[in-house]
């Protein structure tokens, strides 16, 4: 008798996450069940906690898939130097230098050394290093273009998205995240000095589970938002999920951060010329934005 075998392939679907999230095990106000169940009740897939310079171990709620997550916390005189480690195996300590530069490449190497992806936070919270820094780094592929945190200083001058963008024509597959960096569930919605959930994140192309999550974000399968959410998503091609009544500008954007083209709708396309690269970005009437990915015209 013939035996046939019957190969069941995993669903790749498109999976909502957080990638920078506190809890009282850190500097957060809530303890970390409570904060995994925020999450897992507004519709969120997956969700790394990052407490500072520790792995917070929990069971997940059901229906939610936690990758473990630290956020390596070193710092020289006045800089800040953040990076967290996503799907790490054990902790990193941070491991410290004389330069943002030296201090963050060991930081990256010491993530990896543990197993885990390495995103580089927030390069103007304390304006604590920019575009030079990152174009001497190494071994990387996440940053943190956008955050829900209200003193990072997202937007510079000069921004992260424009290092991201100086970092692309120099060549560099550095791929760009959106994320929370959330601390308080707690205090009153009126108190300014708050970072709150809920307001910035990624969605991934992935199987529902830790190690295909890692892998995707790894090699720049998800796009970024900080409200806007996509029906289709390429560099080259975009369209909107239309809610709240909102208008759309599409950019697709290129080398040295250049708008190449600009439309008005939920949808466009773009066809590359001889760019080094190319990203879409989406940004709606009320100021929520979403980034994909981009895609390079040749070998890099």
Same mark, same amino acid.
């Given at each position: ?15 909502? #996450? ?44 059901? #229906? ?5 997550? &630290? &956020? ?24 410290? #230098?004389?330069?943002?530069? &030296? ?150 954007? #290129? ?46």
């Amino acid at each position: 008798m013939t035996r046939v075998i019957v190969a069941v392939l995993a669903a790749v679907v498109w999976l909502k #996450g957080n990638l920078h999230t506190h809890t009282a095990a850190s500097d957060g106000d809530s303890p970390p069940a409570e904060v995994a169940a925020w999450y897992r009740d507004r519709g969120y897939d997956f969700l790394v906690i990052t407490d500072h310079d520790e792995i917070t171990t929990i069971d997940a709620p059901k #229906g939610l898939v936690l990758i473990p997550g &630290e &956020e390596v916390t070193d710092r020289l005189p006045k800089k800040p130097l953040h990076v967290n480690a996503i799907g790490l195996t054990k902790v990193v300590a941070p491991q410290k #230098g004389t330069t943002p530069v &030296e201090v963050l490449q060991r930081n990256i190497d010491a993530v990896r050394a543990a197993g885990g992806v390495p995103l580089i936070n927030h390069p103007n919270f304390g304006w604590a290093f920019g575009a030079d820094e990152l174009l001497q780094l190494r071994n990387f592929t996440l940053l943190e273009i956008a955050s829900g945190h209200p003193y990072v200083n997202t937007q510079g001058p000069p921004s992260v998205e424009s290092m991201w963008d100086a970092l692309l024509t120099k060549g560099r597959r550095v791929y760009g995240v959106a994320v929370d960096d959330s601390h308080h569930w707690k205090k009153p919605l009126g108190d300014t000095d708050v970072a709150l959930p809920g307001k910035a994140w990624v969605v991934v192309r992935a199987e529902r589970d830790a190690k295909s999550i890692v892998a995707a974000l790894e090699r720049g399968d998800f796009y970024a938002s900080t409200g806007v959410e996509l029906e289709e998503v390429s560099a080259t091609r975009v369209k909107v999920r239309e809610k709240n009544g909102a208008h759309y500008r599409i950019q697709f954007i #290129g080398d040295g951060g250049r708008v190449l083209q600009e439309s008005v709708g939920p949808s466009a396309s773009y066809a590359m010329k001889t760019e080094r690269y190319v990203r879409a970005k989406v940004i709606d009437s009320n100021g929520r934005m979403a980034w994909t990915q981009p895609v390079f015209n040749a070998p890099q």
